[in-house]
């Protein structure tokens, strides 16, 4: 007699203790840190995995000198499973919803350059709308935002100018202009708006290529690139307008990035005069995830600070 387990799709046999020994190795790319973090032992971890390849027919990992590595097969596995928990966590507030508890737990991940107003802005909303959501928050440069949404480390992604990704969905987006970050002394500091060639004057904190802020200010600048007088470059936001206070030299930046609120005269955010100095500051989330209840909440709820600050596109979350 036929077993009917033998016609039954390999994803289907997979249990849940597989599938959370799978994901923390895959998270930890150590056996003995995945067995730290589930309380296990590495042998008992390691029996796991080797049933599941011997399930699959196929190695799930390289091991190598500096860590686990998923082999083609374990990167398809890991789309799967990651789906699997996602979608898991989705029920389950769902459920949570229906008998009136709305808790659960949401992960973001945003660029520096929201971390002075929009992102504090958007945290109160949450918090204020639902305290016993337990909220994880990192500050990450749009390669991690990327790295860490494909791998289901964190449910929503908040950057500037990302490149379009065939695995991320844009669930928002706002434009901001790009201008001229200075002193309020400084002699530009009066003007409406500002050209490059009115910047280059001056000695100016260029963002490095880990900024998407590069892509923007990079084809403005070329023309003028014997002329330029660069005193720093750096990937840090932070640093920038430190030094930009301190007198240095003139930043480019967004208004979002600047921090500058009404009643505050320390830097002023004069806007460029031409029609490239446009930032979009974009959420994302997996493409292939059902989003959860939580997850459509706050996504509204960036759109609803977006819209504040400046406006928002009508993309809509499907």
């Known amino acids: 007699m036929n077993d009917p387990l033998s016609r039954t799709p390999r994803m289907m046999r ?34 796991q995995l080797a049933q599941m390849e011997a ?58 350059g929201i971390a002075g107003q929009l992102l504090p802005a958007l945290l109160e909303r949450i918090i204020s709308a639902y305290p016993s959501v337990e909220l994880h928050v990192e500050v990450g440069a749009p ?50 708006t500002v050209t490059v060639e009115e910047c280059i004057a001056y000695r100016l904190i260029l963002p490095t290529r880990t900024l998407s802020l590069y892509r923007v200010m990079e084809p403005m600048l070329r023309p003028w690139q014997d002329r330029l007088n660069v005193v720093l470059q750096t990937g840090s936001i932070e640093l920038t307008n430190r030094m930009v206070q301190a007198g240095a030299g003139l930043a480019f930046q967004s208004p979002l990035a600047v921090g500058v609120q009404p009643g505050q005269d320390s830097l002023r955010h004069v806007p460029l005069r ?3 100095a446009v930032t979009d500051l974009g959420a994302y989330v997996r493409e292939s995830r059902w989003l ?22 009508d993309e809509r979350v499907v």
């Open 143 to 192: 390669k991690t935002i990327v790295s860490a949404l494909q791998d289901g480390r964190v449910d929503l992604g908040i950057a500037f100018s990302l490149a379009l990704y065939p695995e991320l969905r844009r669930v928002a987006v706002g434009h901001f202009p790009v201008g001229a970050v200075v002193r309020a002394d400084h002699p530009l500091a009066h003007l409406r």
């Open 14 to 47: 997979l249990h849940a203790r597989g599938i959370s020994y799978f994901n923390a190795v895959r998270e930890c790319r150590s056996i003995r840190e995945a067995a730290r973090r589930l309380n296990v032992t590495p042998s008992a971890l390691t029996r």
């Open 55 to 112: 399930e699959i027919g196929a190695p799930l990992f390289d091991r190598l000198p500096d860590g686990m590595v998923l082999t083609e097969v374990g990167t398809i596995m890991a789309r799967h499973i990651v789906t699997v928990m996602q979608d898991a966590a989705r029920t389950e507030e769902q459920i949570n919803a229906l008998s009136g508890r709305h808790d659960g737990r949401l992960r973001i991940m945003a660029v520096e």
């Open 274 to 276: 031409d029609t490239r």
């Open 292 to 313: 959860p209840p939580l997850l459509e909440t706050v996504i509204e709820e960036l759109r609803l600070e977006l819209r504040r600050v400046q406006g928002v596109s």
